[in-house]
């Protein structure tokens, strides 16, 4: 049986400044049976600088007279709110994360023990909070959104090297830390690389979830999605090819102001989409071919087993023209007709009699 896939709800920002929102998207996450709630923990001013423009979709869905750095500013969460965050979340029995985005950020987050860590398709090429959080000694989640298998390759050398630093940084020693068997071996046990398409919505058909197996493949860590398509089917595709974490975008209303909420699904649908997700799980099965019980009663009724065509008496010849293949099974099986055709019937056969 395939192990359960590890459901995050991102709550991203949708909570828009709010701590009373934040709270009810802990309570929306839990309801819908999602493992993890997940926010985002940055300082503004050390995530983006005042000249750094918006992405197309944040400018689509803020607007343009508010600058990227005006507008994360109002979205931070303070110390206190996480801890709050994480109480709540103790209380209704689902993990609490959070995505830092600068290295205080992240002491912050290990600081409140945190269980894991999750970082943004953004920080891929972040080498210096990389090896910070692979010195924490805890599991890291990784997007890889915008990337090449040629930087996935380089994140994993830089959190290698932050588990085992040699001398000092440069990407040669990243390189040797990763082909290390040292190296190897850590990424195999604390590290998940989460394919990504980096656009909010994203296309369906712009997915590329094979990449996804081709990660896992070549580098031999965990894989699983981070999705940001409409609706649900991308993510139980990625369930069917073996991803085992799905990171979703949620939100109280769709139509909320703000840059992630229309990327996002509503609770009912999440509480939807775990559903199906644990459907598709238990549909993968043990990948044995072999009956499955409820198939078992229906293997007489279904299959055939041979049977007299015709009357046949005793000591007759019995010849092609005598023999039928008809239902029930549980006689003889039609792959031994041919052993039949040229013996001798050892007792008189009415019509649809099994053969013996």
Known sequence: M??????IAEAGVNHNGSLERAHQLVDAA???????????T????RLASAAAPKAAYQARETGVAQSQLEMLSALELSEPAHVELMRHCADRG???LSSPF???????????????LKFGSGELTNAPILIAAARSGKPLLVSTGMATL???????GALSFGHAPAGAPSRAAFAAAWASPQGREWARSNVTLLHCTTEYPSPADESNL?????????????VGYSDHTVGEAVCLAAVALGATVIEKHVTLDRSLPGPDHKASIEPAELEHLVTGIRMVEAALGTGVKAPVPAEIPNIAIARKSIVAAMAIAKGERIT????????????????????????VATRDYRIDDPIE
Do not use: C, N, Y
């Open 2 to 7: 395939k192990p359960s896939t590890f459901v």
């Open 30 to 40: 839990a309801a819908a049976g999602a493992d993890a709630v997940k926010f985002q």
């Open 42 to 45: 940055f300082k503004a001013a």
């Open 94 to 96: 689902i993990e609490f």
């Open 102 to 116: 600068d290295e205080e950020s992240l002491a912050l987050l290990i600081k409140l023990g945190v269980k894991r």
């Open 150 to 156: 040629a930087e996935v390759e380089d994140a994993l």
């Open 210 to 222: 094979r990449a996804m197996q081709t990660m896992r493949e070549r580098f031999g860590v965990a």
């Open 320 to 343: 092609e023209q005598h023999l039928a293949v008809k239902r029930p099974g549980g006689g003889r099986s039609p792959f031994e007709l041919w052993d039949v055709i040229g013996t």
